[in-house]
């Protein structure tokens, strides 16, 4: 099958571990774990080895103007190794513009948990793009990047490069942003990817399973801690307006009635450095059975943070690829719904996923 061409926006921990992760499985072909942790090892006809990066951008120092094989390792990602053995991309990270990149209070942070930002100038991102023909951009900025974010989606727009905006602000998500990608014939996915088996997508399972089994939800919180810099960045709550309103949106949305906002809170709660890239979810729901009577579930899940979202993006990367070969254009609602927090429209995850398997198959456009 032909290589898929990539490009990545944030060379951190999530890039770090989609990258190690194409390797693992283009080493682990014919094995018999080929599918162990892929939602789709075969996505019409796209393997995870079909990936190629052919461009990354970031802002720090320690990787702008290094070798992307050897930038993922850099400072300060902690993403645990899945294929720390990997070959020269001949990719060089350039350097993107910062904008709002990066959050004031990360200087005040020893260098190995923090971002260094480079004084190099910015590359065109535009020129890059049609320079490596890259098809699938794929963003990881900081949450709270709402210039970057745009920056790169003007970019996507212009050179006809689909997005997959895994950072919570609202591109694909947004109308005004949806019709233009959709009038330029360009597939995109977005925004703010869900992990494969994390926080957001279980409380969405057990706030179903509270409504499918006649148990009338009254209140709700997700707390979340982590040591990876995504956690430090969102210590600054003035950065976590959309992060907010899209992990409470995935939730309300699968509700038969939404909650009053006192009775829900969910987002990121605080940064512990020894946490590393380990990512832990305290959730607890309150509610009412039979006969009015109360129920309380408590849970802890404990993941590792961006393995978690590289087998989402993986599979929203080549569902970008195959939109591309049929010549459908726009948000993939379809794909969106199952893979991100704040899609163009909510579905609950049993029918997105039978819609997104309907896609694969070419039953449906998006």
Same mark, same amino acid.
């Given at each position: ?190 925004? %703010?990817?869900?992990?494969?088996? $994390?926080?957001? @997508? ?6 179903? &399973?509270?409504? !499918? #089994? +006649? ?89 590792? %943070?961006?393995?978690?979202?590289? $087998?989402?993006? @993986? ?6 690829? &195959?939109?591309? !070969? #049929? +010549? ?39």
């Amino acid at each position: 099958m032909t290589k898929i061409r990539v490009g990545i926006v944030g060379v951190g921990n999530c890039a770090s571990s989609l990258v190690q992760g194409v390797e693992y499985y283009r080493h682990a072909s014919g094995g018999a774990h080929d599918q162990t942790g892929l939602m789709h090892y075969d996505l019409g006809g796209h393997r995870p080895e079909d990936i190629e990066i052919v461009c990354a951008f970031d802002i720090d120092e320690r990787k702008v103007g290094q070798p992307l094989h050897k930038a993922i390792f850099a400072k300060p990602n902690k993403a645990i190794d899945i294929w720390p053995e990997l070959p020269d991309y001949g990719v060089t990270v350039q350097m993107g513009p910062i904008l709002d990149g990066v959050s004031e209070h990360m200087a005040d942070y020893p260098p190995d948990e923090t971002f260094l930002p480079g004084n190099r100038p910015a590359v065109d991102v535009a020129t890059v793009l049609r320079a490596t023909r890259t098809e699938v951009v794929v963003s990881y900025l900081p949450v709270g990047s709402q210039q970057a974010a745009q920056h790169y989606a003007h970019a996507c727009l212009e050179t006809g490069t689909s997005l997959v905006n895994c950072m919570p602000v609202f591109i694909v998500s947004d109308p005004t942003w949806g019709e233009r990608f959709a009038r330029r014939g360009v597939p995109v996915v977005g925004d %703010d990817i869900k992990s494969q088996l $994390g926080a957001t @997508i279980v409380h969405r399972a057990l706030a179903k &399973l509270f409504a !499918d #089994r +006649g148990i009338k939800l009254e209140r709700t919180y997700q707390l979340n801690t982590g040591g990876n810099t995504d956690f430090l960045n969102m210590l600054n709550r003035h950065r976590l307006g959309s992060k907010k309103i899209s992990k409470t949106e995935a939730v309300q949305s699968v509700l038969p009635e939404r909650l009053p906002a006192h009775d829900v809170h969910i987002g990121p709660s605080d940064y512990v450095p020894w946490q590393g890239d380990n990512k832990i979810c305290f959730l607890r729901m309150e509610g009412r059975a039979f006969g009015n009577v109360p129920l309380e579930l408590e849970l802890r899940l404990s993941v590792q %943070d961006s393995p978690n979202s590289a $087998g989402v993006a @993986i599979d929203a990367i080549r569902c970008c690829r &195959l939109a591309r !070969d #049929r +010549g459908v254009g726009g948000p993939l609602r379809s794909v969106s719904a199952y893979l991100m927090k704040h899609p163009p429209t909510q579905i609950t995850d049993d029918l997105a996923r039978d819609l997104v398997e309907k896609f694969i198959r070419g039953e449906i456009d998006h």
